[in-house]
């Protein structure tokens, strides 16, 4: 079980829409529905009629949905008990973020202000975004990093979550360069064989915005590994396992020493922006005083 079917079961139920309810919790509708289905296959018994618009909940589902919010309830309320009772001077400053920007990013600025606010505790949780968003809208942390895309942006209520944009980290294509060079690899000048590639999860955000970059152009590539991580696709191309599209932020010492190389010039790359999300009004004064200095 995963709490986090649980919540989106009760938002499908709330909005009687997959489309809906999978941009309001942050996620792919097919992502959406997969986990939709988990939670059917958990219970042993179809939830939703599909096959009505808008859809239904079964009988099933009317009888689980209210232990669902119960149980959701009961957590949350024994969660923030906890929290409370271990205030003073052990609170720590809660961040969650994706995994790329909290050991390319977030670690080094959380260094500088341990500098200039001795006794400053932090506890970082990196994720995916679709968790780190889930953690902030539930109050289990106080800010959240992530990136920012002009087209494919996170699912975040600004008129409740204030945002502050931090810094632009372009999105390149690169390579190592020792294999670019002898096998000349190059998007724009792409030669008879295709240039191996190391590609994201499509449903994943740096996934959705590669599609969006390079659009409906003809690319002489051939995907041989897909994974969700920046850091494990980082280092396939560190051993020339192929070419891939990587954060400046998580290669900029490999790109000053030319151990990596750009394959493409600023046609085929784009500019993420790395944002940050909280509440002002609804955390701890030392979380915002953190939240004033980002």
Known sequence: MDLNWLVDFECLARTLNF????????????????????????????????????VQLTEAGIQFLPVAVEVVGHLSESRQTIRDA???????????????????????????MQRSTPGLRTRVISDSLSTCCDLLAAGAVDI????????????????????????????????????????????????????????YEPSSFLGMVVENTVGKRN????????????????RRVMRGGGFAWLPETSVSDELLNRTLVPIGGADWSTSLTISAFADPGAIEQSARDIWDQL
């Open 219 to 234: 690319l002489n590539v051939e995907t041989i590994y897909v994974d969700s991580l920046v850091e494990t696709i980082k």
């Open 19 to 54: 489309t809906r309810a999978s941009a309001e919790r942050n996620i792919t509708q097919s992502a959406f529905s997969r986990r939709i289905k988990a939670l059917e296959s958990w219970v042993g018994l179809p939830l939703v009629n599909r096959d009505t618009y808008p």
């Open 144 to 199: 959240l990093l992530c990136y920012y895309h002009h087209s494919v942006s996170p699912t975040i209520d600004e008129r409740t979550f204030a945002r502050k944009d931090l810094e632009i980290d372009p999105l390149i294509p690169v390579a190592a360069a020792g294999p670019a060079k002898a096998q000349g690899w190059e998007l724009e000048r792409p030669g008879t064989e295709p240039i191996p590639y190391l590609a």
């Open 86 to 112: 271990d205030r003073g001077d052990r609170q720590f400053i809660r961040f969650s973020a994706l995994h790329t920007i909290s050991v390319n990013y977030l670690a080094a600025r959380i260094e500088i």
